[in-house]
């Protein structure tokens, strides 16, 4: 998420705590999904069950940039989640 934004070390803490009370340990045939709500945050899912959320639009933004962002480490991941769709 560094890569793509700032933010302190409190607000880091703050961050994580938030993700670990979201997201439960997975077994194989598990699904995860973060839902980005612009201007809002994070709403997480595991096998379709809301499991929490981060009400934060800057945590939203930089955690889907690390796959979506344009400086992700992962350029080939990103261009075949962005495959097909279009820009306004």
Known sequence: MRRHGE???A???RWQAQL???LPDVRRGDRLAGVHRPGQGV???HN???TGE???ATFARLFFAIWLGEATSAPELRQA???GTTRP
């Open 81 to 83: 989640l962005i495959a």
């Open 43 to 45: 709403s997480f899912f």
């Open 48 to 50: 379709g069950r809301l």
């Open 54 to 56: 981060v009400a934060d």
């Open 20 to 22: 670990t009370a979201a």
């Open 7 to 9: 933010f302190d070390a």
């Open 11 to 13: 607000q880091a803490e």
